[in-house]
């Protein structure tokens, strides 16, 4: 597997402090998930073969996937990226039609060189006590030692949730929203997220 050295880097085509910019463009701040979320995809590019048509599944859904987003074409709108929230700071990169690819996962027991990482990582700290300048200067001294990336078959069918094709009119609200989901929208069925305060409720 091909890593990179501190010397070298370049994040997919990006030279490090134009992607740092880019990072603070998109997300609002040099998000220290974010650049180590680059390095992953870049990792992960390096070791798949060019040319081919890829789709993405990120286990986390804290800044990896703005990595994703920024650096490749897989965006949660087009379905090329899922996100599969298993809490683990992990990305699979794979061919779209067999699901050969590789996964590239932050480990664990390579962070002892990497006290600042390993406390971001580890939440060791509240983030406002955190050393932000010294996380950013490890993450790029590190660059890739501090991952694991190994060849896998995804299991396509496992990642690929059924179309909604079928949508009709909730009772409860008057909204239209897949059939599937049952007698009334999700949003009715249990608890709304906000409440209506300065427009009338349509009847």
Known sequence: MKNITTTEITICGHAYEKYLGMINGFHGNIAP???VGGLMVDLAYRNLPHGQ???AVSETRSCLPDAVHLLTPCTVGNGWLRIVDLGRFALSMFEKYTGVG???YVDSRKLEKWPELKTFFFKLK???EQDRKALLDEIRSAGTAIF???KIVVDLDSITSS???VFTVCPGCGEGYPRID???CLSCQRDATYSYFDLKKPD
Do not use: A
Request: proline residues 5%.
């Open 53 to 55: 048509y890829l789709d």
């Open 126 to 128: 509240p983030k406002k």
């Open 163 to 165: 179309k909604r094709r």
């Open 182 to 184: 049952g007698e009334k």
């Open 33 to 35: 998930g974010v650049v």
């Open 148 to 150: 694991t990336i190994r």
């Open 102 to 104: 590789v996964r590239v």
